[in-house]
């Protein structure tokens, strides 16, 4: 991909974006310039609180219920986790498991363990383990390599 920025001093601010065909790395510039997916809205303690997605460590489905996980809180969320990948459409989230997603963009260590599954420390000291099943695709997006 060939990127052209350019700083000016005067005019209006201009953004161009050309593409063959969409895929997730156009869709995270397109809701970056659209400043889409700034807030998700859950319940918390009987309340609706906002959350931004660039604080959720990790989403996990309990009993057909998802929780948003941050540093600081549990949030629930309404839908499914697919639905929420979708939602999101960002690269930094990944399905690593049936019943979890995962920030890439909060994981501190990585550990591969035995039958191809790994081990991912998070920011908070969380262990959350992504299956086997996942483990070759997130190895694949590690080295940048599109899906």
Do not use: W
């Amino acid at each position: 991909m060939r990127v052209d920025i350019q700083r000016i001093s005067s005019g209006e601010d201009e953004v161009i974006l050309r593409y063959k065909e969409e895929n997730k790395r156009i869709r995270t510039i397109l809701d970056a310039i659209r400043g889409g997916g700034d807030k998700l809205y859950g319940r918390q303690d009987g309340e609706t609180i906002s959350i931004n997605p660039s604080d959720i460590l990790y989403v996990e489905s309990v009993d057909d219920k998802i929780f948003a996980y941050t540093k600081k809180e549990v949030v629930r969320l309404e839908g499914t986790l697919a639905g929420l990948l979708d939602t999101l459409n960002d690269v930094k989230f990944f399905r690593c498991s049936k019943s979890m997603i995962i920030n890439i963009e909060k994981v501190e260590r990585l550990r591969s363990m035995s039958s191809n599954r790994i081990d991912a420390t998070m920011e908070g000291g969380e262990h959350i383990l992504i299956s086997r099943t996942y483990a070759s695709e997130f190895r694949r997006i590690l080295k940048g390599v599109n899906a």
